[in-house]
């Protein structure tokens, strides 16, 4: 066959595949590449209040709207179904609304997406308290496909209709944030479907969220917070006995013991995802983690950001016994400890979240960074997510707490990281240059979001922000930690 004659076949197989970057170049070489990318660039679109007042968007989903998959809004108007009208083909919806956003209004509006997209819709995560009646449960429940659903600051009284647990026992993924939650399931209600379960029940005084994992014997995953006293045994207890295909588990809660933690550990099997809250795991001084080796070489992903008072020995340590890892996240890990640690032996790793702390030294009457950092960042060729910010107010007055993503201070060392996506410098004082953001362009050809502040100077902030949107690299500063991120839908 002509390879002329392939050729649009071939770009439609590579298309999914291409950054968002390279989709922008695609799309301006040719009308056959425009006809065969463009409608890539549509896959995602948000939507807020500022987007309602401009026509152009409005006839642009016109045009695409069949090609939106995935739509976020963050703010519901009345003109909001002339913009999304043309969207039906959706797969996921996600609702991030003001409180002060009219009930009745979103009620209706999210009822005509939903009848626009009952074949297709798989996904819908709201962070919008509506209500759970009999309306919005018959829409669902018409709905064949859904598979995900997320609840954020909702269910505070717990006013749902039977019906939601109708929809409930066909999902897959159930996300639920509640303030006050009291199930009204039938003693032998099971949800078998149900294999990712994530709460935050932060008032309650019963173990509520084991209550209900224990109620789904194909859980794969489950992350809760619950701060009654005794989460850890009822997981212990009642869940780990029953969810035999568990394998993965964030758990924060109450401050407990050591004797309770050991007993927990005990009887944990080896996970290939495990996270930990600072409440839950407060060790003693000589206290570490009661992994055998079995459990180091299961761990794929550890999630140890909301644990302050996880060592930095201790991050060290997992870094550099744990072969199969390919996520890690941590609050702090010193320079110190790097340097005189074990070689990291974690080269699959793809996502690095880590707090430095100590990554420059006294030299000569200035600060110079410390080679051993660089030495073990070099090893994770792989590496795709490098974020080396968290929200520790206690350290934003250390000089050394970042490293300096500046040609001279440590940035060339960075070139091996090729597959590199996405940056999270951190709220440091940095002061980068136009030069270091080429070189990152360059040298780091898959990236795709850069978040964090590139210069202290604002101006001089956003002019930087600019450059790398003109080059189709998505830009934002950072914010503040957020209390969504902690245990986010999984979706």
Known sequence: MNDAVRLPEILIAIGPHLSRRSLLASVSVSKTWKHIFEPLLWTLVELDEHDYANESIRRAMARNGKFVKNLNLKDIHKKTMDFVQHCTRLHTLRLNLPDTTG??????????????????????????????????????????????????????????????????ARLKRLSIVTL?????????????????????????????????????????ELSVADYS?????????????????????????????????????????????????????????????????????????????????????????????????????????????????????????????????????PSLGSWTPRPGIYRQLQRLERLQIFDQYMHLPEMSKEHSDRLDFRLGFGLEHMAIHRRLRKLRTGTSRQELSVKDIKWMIQAWPELEEVEGILHFKEAENTKLGRFLERNGIRYRTTDLVRYDEVYQAGF
């Open 180 to 220: 006050a939650l009291h199930f009204l399931v039938g003693e032998q209600d099971t949800f078998p479907n149900l294999t990712h379960l994530h709460m935050i029940t932060p008032h309650c005084w019963e173990p509520v969220s084991a209550a209900l994992a224990s109620r789904c014997p194909n859980l794969i």
């Open 103 to 168: 009930k009745e209004l979103v009620i209706s509006t999210l009822a005509k997406i939903l009848q626009h997209n009952q074949e297709t819709l798989c996904v819908l995560d709201s962070k919008y308290d509506f209500g759970w009646g009999p309306g919005i449960c018959q829409t669902l429940l018409a709905c064949p496909r859904l598979e995900a659903l997320g609840i954020y600051e909702s269910l505070t009284h717990m006013e749902v209709d039977h019906d939601f647990w109708k929809i409930v």
């Open 229 to 361: 006293n005794s989460i850890l045994s009822a997981i212990e207890r009642t869940v780990l006995p029953k969810c035999r295909n568990l394998s993965t588990l964030v758990v924060n809660c109450s401050e407990t013991t050591s004797q309770s933690r050991a007993s927990f550990f005990k009887k944990l099997p080896p996970m290939k995802h495990f996270g930990m809250s600072e409440r839950f795991f407060k060790p003693t001084r000589n206290e570490k983690l009661p992994f055998s080796q079995e459990h180091f070489h299961a761990l794929v992903h550890i999630d140890l950001k909301w644990c302050g008072w996880a060592r930095s020995t201790t991050v060290q340590e997992l870094l550099s016994s744990c072969p199969n890892l390919q996520s890690f996240k941590a609050e702090r890990l010193s320079g110190r400890d790097i340097e005189y640690g074990d070689p990291w032996v974690c080269l699959r790793l793809e996502e690095l979240w880590v707090a430095f702390i100590d990554v420059e030294v």
